[in-house]
């Protein structure tokens, strides 16, 4: 069965500190690794895609990385700022008939 | 980039009344269109998977009679929720898929319905 497992739940950080959400997944076969923010009421918006041979990439202040061996992808926020307070939503793709894989989501709320 | 457009944004009906969502691909046609359910602080619920031009599929635990899926275009699918109760008042979103590049998939900014 396919699935993907994010941690964690939740998370509160101070604004201007680092974080790193974790996913680890489990499909076949898979394709690429996608993460999404979705602000509280509004429909997700995508960050990166990863294939499988890609390690590392980023997108400003959001670094995605991907271990294709140990199945696992990460999402490291820098300087965070109150705006990146959201869900990050991580989804595997199989490639064959278009499957999606979703994970719960990490729900992040930075303060002051 | 490429946008979903979905309407209305939010609704509000009377409990026995149905209610259409449309959900649009405005740039670039969709030959699969996702339909998620969405309750507060909880992550998206596929509901179904809308091919153009044939049946949809539908995930364990969604009645399709009570959700209608059509996707009669290659850039509009409709959810229509019938005889909707209060218990079906959450946030639904859809989203569209272009196998350009890698494939991607674009989301709609989600439908806000509440059955009083």
């Known amino acids: 069965k396919n699935q993907v497992e994010q941690s964690p739940q939740s998370l509160i950080i101070l604004e201007g500190k680092n974080c790193t959400l974790q996913?680890?997944?489990?499909?076949?076969?898979?394709?690429?690794l996608r993460w999404y923010k979705q602000d509280t009421g509004r429909g997700p918006v995508s960050l990166t895609i990863m294939t499988f041979s890609e390690n590392t990439k980023s997108n400003g202040r959001y670094t995605a990385t991907l271990d294709a061996d140990t199945k696992q992808s990460s999402l490291h926020i820098t300087a965070s700022q109150l705006s990146d307070s959201a869900s990050y939503i991580c989804v595997a793709y199989t490639g064959g008939g278009n499957k999606l894989t979703f994970g719960t989501g990490t729900q992040l709320k930075v303060e002051l | 980039g490429a946008v979903v457009s979905q309407h209305p944004s939010w609704v509000i009906c009377k409990s026995g009344t149905s209610v259409k969502i449309e959900c649009r691909s405005l740039d670039f046609q969709a030959t699969t269109m996702f339909w998620y359910r969405q309750f507060p602080k909880q992550s998206l619920m596929l509901m179904a998977t809308s091919n153009e031009g044939s049946k949809a599929t539908y995930e364990q635990g969604v009645e399709k009679d009570k959700f209608l899926i059509n996707h009669a275009s290659l850039t509009l699918s409709t959810l229509t929720v019938t005889s909707a109760h209060p218990e079906d008042s959450s946030f639904y979103i859809c989203?569209?898929?272009?196998?350009?590049?890698?494939?991607?998939?674009?989301f709609g900014e989600g439908s806000r319905l509440t059955v009083l």
């Open positions: 989203s569209a898929w272009t196998t350009a590049n890698t494939g991607e998939l674009f």
């Open positions: 996913c680890n997944y489990t499909v076949s076969p898979f394709s690429n």
